[in-house]
């Protein structure tokens, strides 16, 4: 299995516009998570999704993000409108019931 | 007051030096994950512990559920050690993070 995969690895983007990170979790995980990683907050937890149903989205900062998670294979976080205080690290992770997680590399936004 | 705290925030070591972190948590937990991220920011997941201790190479987690404690061993440390571990939590299908530790380790 090629782990977690997200993409874009690197995103700049202008104030405003919309912005969507990819994830693609392990096959036969049931549990997604996406996080967020800043200098200044370290690790947060934006929502996760059991079984594509999402289950906890109060991490989630405000309207302008919402999460999708439309099939057991794919899930987007999107940002619209993004602003420069969204730049971080986001990390998409997987886990099949309490075996464990797997993260992807992270995808490093920056918005300007 | 932070659900999951570890100390120290920093530490630095000579190489060869056996290295402890803790992390203690204060909520009802099925599991204790910890973690390694290197510079260039990847996460890599070390162990999952639910009771008792692991061991892999060199690295050992033991986690006491009474005193909801664990501390993670490095022993016989080495420059490619240098890492962030991270201490974390599960609560459900959550999990929750403890700040980090920054370990460096020098030739």
């Known amino acids: 299995d090629a782990g977690v995969i997200q993409s874009p690895r690197h995103e700049v983007t202008e104030m405003g516009q919309e912005v969507t990170l990819r994830c693609k979790p392990i096959?036969?995980?049931?549990?997604l998570f996406w996080y967020r990683q800043t200098m200044m907050r370290g690790l947060e937890l934006l929502i996760y999704?059991?079984?594509?149903?999402?289950?906890?989205d109060s991490g989630m900062p405000e309207d302008r993000f919402s999460a999708k998670m439309p099939n057991a294979s794919f899930s987007t976080l999107k940002i619209q409108p993004s602003e420069p205080r969204d730049s971080a690290v986001y990390f998409c992770?997987?886990?099949?019931?309490?075996?464990?997680?797997?993260f992807g590399s992270g995808t490093r936004l920056t918005v300007v | 007051k932070n659900e999951v705290e570890q100390s120290p925030q920093n530490l630095t070591a000579q190489e060869g030096e056996f290295i402890t972190i803790n992390c203690s948590y204060s909520?009802?937990?099925?599991?204790l994950h910890w973690l390694q991220q290197h510079p260039g920011g990847g996460i890599v997941s070390l162990f999952m512990?639910?009771?008792g201790k692991k061991k892999h190479g060199r690295l050992i987690a033991t986690i006491n559920i009474q005193e909801k404690h664990s501390s993670l061993h490095i022993t016989a440390s080495h420059p490619r050690d240098s890492a962030v571990y991270i201490c974390?939590?599960?609560?459900?299908?959550?999990?929750?993070f403890g700040e980090g530790t920054q370990l460096t380790v020098n030739p």
């Open positions: 992770a997987s886990s099949f019931r309490d075996y464990g997680y797997t």
């Open positions: 096959s036969g995980h049931n549990s």
């Open positions: 999704f059991n079984n594509n149903v999402p289950i906890d």
């Open positions: 909520v009802g937990i099925s599991a």
């Open positions: 512990l639910s009771s």
């Open positions: 974390a939590v599960t609560s459900g299908s959550r999990l929750t």
